[in-house]
């Protein structure tokens, strides 16, 4: 069992940036792809971004120059680090954990952190 806990959301300024951490528990975080998707009030939650255990990542084409993903397994955490946020960067962002490299299925969702750009 892996318990997901997501922190460092809040209100930023249009260009400004944000740093998210979701901290895992249980001794297997190493083994698990790791993501963060979002969803915005009326929308379908999508994926922003993820980080294999090889350490390789992949980006939604809205986000790519602009959010890092990575991870520390000694920490057994990850992080989105957000620069040049936009008002649409605005939602709930979810950290999510699965074994197949692509997050063809998740295992384990984080309850979520606010995160909202204004204008």
């Known amino acids: 069992q892996v318990q997901l806990v997501e922190s460092g959301g809040g209100l930023v300024q249009a260009g400004g940036s944000l740093r998210i951490s979701c901290a895992a528990s249980g001794r297997t975080f190493s083994r698990y792809t790791m993501g963060w998707y979002r969803q915005a009030p009326g929308k379908q939650r999508e994926l922003v971004a993820l980080?294999?255990?090889?350490?390789?990542?992949n980006y939604a084409d809205s986000v790519k120059g602009r959010f890092t993903i990575s991870r520390d397994n000694t920490e057994n955490t990850v992080y989105l680090q957000m620069n040049s946020l936009k008002p649409e960067d605005t939602a709930v962002y979810h950290c999510a954990a699965g074994a197949s490299s692509l997050l063809g299925s998740i295992d384990y969702w984080g309850q979520g952190t606010q995160v909202t750009v204004s204008s």
């Open positions: 980080i294999t255990r090889a350490g390789l990542t």
